[in-house]
């Protein structure tokens, strides 16, 4: 999945450094260098994140785990 937003969004990723950070370490198997609640805070800056959204909060658990 992480693979295919790499794929499908990789302009969005080119501009912005931290989810495309982020979607990198996944990649690559690095771990994170931040902790959940630092996580989620900076996530929801992205509108699948955001609480407007029906299904964010399930969409940041997948995320985080």
Same mark, same amino acid.
């Given at each position: 999945m992480l693979h295919h937003l790499q794929d499908k969004y990789a302009r969005e990723l080119e501009i912005n450094d @931290? #989810?495309?950070?982020?979607?990198?370490? @996944? #990649?690559?198997f690095q771990l994170m260098p931040l902790n959940e609640q630092e996580i989620e805070t900076q996530m929801k800056a992205f509108e699948p994140m955001q609480d407007k959204t029906e299904n964010n909060k399930s969409h940041m658990r997948e995320f985080i785990r």
């Open positions: @931290l #989810l495309s950070r982020f979607v990198n370490k @996944l #990649l690559t």
